[in-house]
């Protein structure tokens, strides 16, 4: 692996750790504040008044911090499947620290997540050396990304206008469909914005390109379409359905994305690839059964936990068990 694959590398395991254990740490301010003051789940805002809820929102931006610098050091293909790895940690934290019990089969699901990301790991292709932020804007303006991105826009458009307001509230791929396709462009536009900073601070000052500015409208444009619709597909449906369709789709998209506007295939031989992509279908085994594994634990669950674990849901942190519509829930 080069140097920049290290650091890539070093910084997206680092980045799992801290939004893993944010996850975690969260969830207990928002007990605590609960348990005091009105629960974030009805409307109450208490949680900003407890000090374990900044100390988990903190660790969340400094993952999402260490993420963005990822990309600017190793190619989308390496960085974005290791993004599983924060479920794993998120899962073994909650059976430590929450006693949230972790089923047999979702160890072996963290087990293939580990065995996924490692193949990913050895295989990924090198990356891309860039001098010039004019460089990856050349490489975004060539046809096949253009026409990539055409597509994009015109289905996200389509799915919004068309498909949401008839289909939204019954059918989770809709929400999750604009989040992923807009998730790719956003994560090219984070690449391209990561490496003008790192290039910056190098010596190099790529503030003073248009395009540095272009590609920061296009992630804010996008994170803010991305999360808008994230938050109404997890305010709808069981996060346990939510996050691995999610993860499969988001991670399927921003890897197209980057094979085309990056072309990190070129570098690769068929051997190398084929088994980047079965590193990831090990990846998506993983998870799903992880999450699976939240509802087979949850089937020998009495009622009243569950009625419990609804409350969790309600705090803003999903838990197994729970119906796919909160709907069918509430009527129960």
Partial sequence: MSSDNIKGLVLALSSSLFIGASFIVKKKGLKKAGASGIRAGVGGYSYLYEPLWWVGMI?????????????????????????????????????????????????????????????????????????????????????????????????????????????????????????????????????????????????MNQLVYPQTWFFTLVVMVCVITQMNYLNKALDTFNTAVVSPIYYVMFTSFTILASVIMFKDWDRQNPTQIVTEMCGFVTILSGTFLLHKTKDMADSSTPTSLRLSKHTDEEDGFGQEGIPLRRQDSLRT
Avoid: D
């Avoid at 974005?80 to 998120?90: D, E, Q, Y």
């Avoid at 989770?172 to 989040?179: D, T």
């Fill in 59 to 203: 660790t969340m931006i400094v993952g999402e911090i260490a993420n963005f610098a990822a990309y600017a050091f190793a190619p989308a293909i390496l960085v974005t499947p290791l993004g599983a790895l924060s479920i794993i940690i998120s899962a073994v934290l909650a059976h430590i620290i929450l006693r949230e019990k972790l089923h047999t089969f979702g160890i072996l699901g963290c087990a293939l997540c580990v065995v996924g990301s490692t193949t990913i790991v050895l295989h990924a292709p090198q990356e891309r050396a860039i001098e010039s932020v004019a460089e990856v804007w050349q490489l975004a303006t060539e046809p096949a990304f253009l026409f990539y991105a055409a597509v994009v826009i015109i289905a996200v458009l389509i799915l919004i206008f068309h498909y949401i307001p008839e289909y939204g509230q019954t059918h989770i791929l809709f929400y999750i469909g604009v989040c992923s396709l807009v998730g790719s462009l956003s994560v090219m536009s984070v690449k391209a914005l990561g490496i003008a900073l790192k290039l910056t601070l190098s010596g």
